[in-house]
Every structure is written in structure tokens, then in C-alpha cells.
């Protein structure tokens, strides 16, 4: 029983081949409402460009790498209304964004999901620069990204700040990864409070490590190489992984019984 009370969904172990599966039927999707896609991967890459913007304006461009590198934390959230129309399009329901925004906005646990989301993200960057001072300096500034990289790849303390960076960044991708691979797909179909949708989240990946990690990697490197044109590719990998991970979460978690 979830805390709330109400039976916990049920989740079921996958493979490889799901994950390949996933991908296809998202790629259909994408191909079948190419113009809610586009909408949504537009919105995500405007998002980032203007906090590189920012961050341009504010001398701290050196952010880039790892801003591109996080930004893959934050796409389940972003992409929910993807999952809508996937689920839409399963069901044989209208698709219309008056209709997406309305599903969305109706589930109110979606909405500590994303504050958890976010959470993360904001670490996600505090402790990159948290790792510039402590190992390359506490004053450390770079006029360029040029020079961060120069640093970074030609010195003692940059080659350590790379590999710590990584490494921790990894274990908080993986984190987040874990919390969120099926929570906000679950909280859009079903009435469950946002602690058992992370649980569920949790024991998909514990059930099923090394696909489920395959699946993480897929995303990051995706997501990550879509980025590196000014967040443009991103505006077409986001609604196909979008759409990928809804029909990979009607894989993981069954139906529930009639």
C-alpha cells in the first residue's frame, strides 16, 4: 500500500528490446503531431539559450558545459505535455493544447514533482561552482569558455575538477534519473501522490538496472550532443525521448486491473 493509502502500481521488469520498441512508437508519434513536438522542444531549447544568455551577461559563460550537460535533468518535466498527447493518441482522446495545459494543471502532485525536479537542477549547478573553488580556485573567473576549457584540460587542478565534476554529477544524474524516469508519466494517468509515483520510479530501475541505465544514458548523451548547437537539436530530440518515455512507462507499469 502507498502512503496515501491506495494500492502501489505494479511494475514489471523490461529489456533492450523495449527500450528499441520505445523509441520507435516515440519517433511515430512525433511523426504523427509533429507540431506539438516541435512546440515542445522549441520551448525547451528558447529555454536554454536564454539562460546561457544569462550567463553570458553575468561572466560566468564557463557555465556552459555543465548547463548543457544538466539541462537533460530537467526534460522529464518539461516534456509532460509530450506524454499527454502520447496517452491522447492511445486513448483516441482530442489533442488540442487548451486540452494538455488542462490535464496538466488538474494534477496537483505533478507540481511538487517539478519542485523536486528543479531542486535538483539548481544543485546541479551550485556544486559545479562549488568544485571551481574548491579545486581550481576560490576567485577563479574565465573571461570565455575558451579559457574554462584551456584550464580545465591543460592543468592539474582542471583534470581533477573534470574527473570530481563528472563523477558527481553523475551520481546526481542518476539520482534524479531514478526519482523521475516514471513519476511524472504515472501522476498524468493515475490519482497517486507524488511520494509513491518516485517510489514507483525507484523500483522500476531497481527491477530492471541495467536497461533502465541504458535508457538513462540514451537520454543524456542525446540530449547533451542536441544541445551543443545552441540547444537547437533539442527542439527534435525532446518530443521523440518525450514520447519514447511515455510508451516506455506503459511497458514498465501495468495497467491497472479492471
Known amino acids: 500500500m502507498s502512503i496515501s493509502g491506495k494500492v502501489d502500481p505494479v511494475v514489471r521488469p523490461i529489456a533492450a528490446a ?29 529555454g536554454g539559450i536564454v539562460i546561457l544568455l544569462c550567463l553570458t551577461a553575468f561572466g ?12 537533460a535533468l530537467i526534460g522529464p518535466f518539461v516534456a509532460i505535455g509530450l506524454y499527454e498527447v502520447s496517452r491522447r493518441r492511445e486513448t483516441g482522446e482530442a489533442i488540442s493544447m ?14 511538487w514533482m517539478a519542485f523536486v525536479t528543479l531542486f535538483i537542477f539548481v544543485i546541479w549547478m551550485y556544486q559545479v561552482r562549488l568544485l571551481i573553488a574548491l579545486l581550481i580556485g576560490l576567485n577563479a573567473s574565465f573571461s570565455s569558455l575558451n579559457e574554462f576549457i584551456t584550464v ?16 558527481v554529477g553523475a551520481a546526481l544524474s542518476l539520482v534524479l534519473f531514478s526519482l523521475t524516469v516514471v513519476s511524472f508519466p504515472l501522476l498524468l494517468e493515475r490519482d497517486v501522490d ?24 540514451v537520454i543524456v548523451v542525446l540530449l547533451a550532443i542536441s544541445a551543443l548547437p545552441y540547444f537547437l537539436g533539442l527542439v527534435v530530440t525532446l518530443p521523440v525521448l518525450g514520447h519514447a518515455t511515455w510508451h516506455l512507462y506503459r511497458r514498465i507499469v501495468a495497467p491497472v486491473a479492471a
Open 18 to 46: 523495449d527500450i528499441a520498441e520505445a523509441l520507435g512508437q516515440g519517433l511515430r508519434d512525433f511523426q504523427a503531431k509533429p507540431l506539438y513536438g516541435l512546440a515542445f522542444g522549441a520551448f525547451y531549447a528558447v
Open 60 to 71: 560566468m559563460v564557463y557555465l556552459a558545459y555543465p548547463l548543457a550537460a544538466g539541462f
Open 98 to 111: 487548451r486540452a494538455i495545459w488542462s490535464t496538466v494543471t488538474s494534477r496537483s502532485e505533478i507540481g
Open 152 to 167: 580545465v584540460l591543460t592543468t592539474d587542478e582542471g583534470l581533477v575538477f573534470l574527473v570530481v565534476g563528472n563523477l
Open 194 to 217: 507524488f511520494i509513491t509515483a518516485m517510489i514507483t520510479s525507484v523500483r522500476s530501475v531497481v527491477m530492471s538496472p541495467l536497461p533502465m541505465i541504458g535508457w538513462a544514458a
